[in-house]
C-alpha cells in the first residue's frame, strides 16, 4: 500500500517556476514509478511526466517538455516537480500517481494523490 499526498500547489504569475512535492507513505516507495497528471475544468486528465522507479529514465510530452523536470529522492519517498516559464494553460489540479511500470495512461497507476492547485495568471 502506498499512500500520496502533494503539495506547493498556489497562485503564480506567468513567467514564474514552482516545484510541485509528492510525499510518499511505505516502505516499498522506491519501487514503484510515479506519474504526474494534470485536470483543468471540464477537460480531461493530462499525462505531465513519468519517472522510473530508479530515477534514470523520465518522459514528457510536448506541451511541457523543456519547462517541467521531474525528480525523485526515494531515501526521502518523494518525487518532485520542478515547473519553469509557467503559462496560464498549466493552470489545472496537480496530482502524482504510484504504478509498477511507467506509462502516458492514468488508468495503469495504482495509487494516487488528493491533487494540489497550481493557478497561472497572465
Known amino acids: 500500500q502506498v499512500q500520496l499526498v502533494e503539495s506547493g500547489g498556489r497562485l503564480v504569475q506567468a513567467g514564474d517556476s514552482l516545484r510541485l512535492s509528492c510525499a510518499a507513505s511505505g516502505r516499498t516507495f522506491r519501487d514503484y514509478a510515479v506519474g504526474w497528471f494534470r485536470q483543468a475544468p471540464g477537460k480531461e486528465r493530462e499525462f505531465v511526466s513519468f519517472i522510473t522507479w530508479s530515477g534514470r529514465s523520465t518522459y514528457y510530452p510536448d506541451s511541457v517538455k523543456g519547462r517541467f523536470t521531474i525528480s525523485r529522492d526515494n531515501a526521502k519517498n518523494t518525487v518532485y516537480l520542478q515547473m519553469n516559464n509557467l503559462i496560464p494553460e498549466d493552470t489545472a489540479i496537480y496530482y502524482c500517481?504510484?504504478?509498477?511500470?511507467?506509462?502516458?495512461?492514468?488508468?495503469?497507476?495504482?495509487?494516487w494523490g488528493q491533487g494540489t492547485q497550481v493557478t497561472v495568471s497572465s
Open positions: 500517481a504510484a504504478g509498477r511500470e511507467t506509462s502516458t495512461a492514468a488508468t495503469r497507476y495504482d495509487y
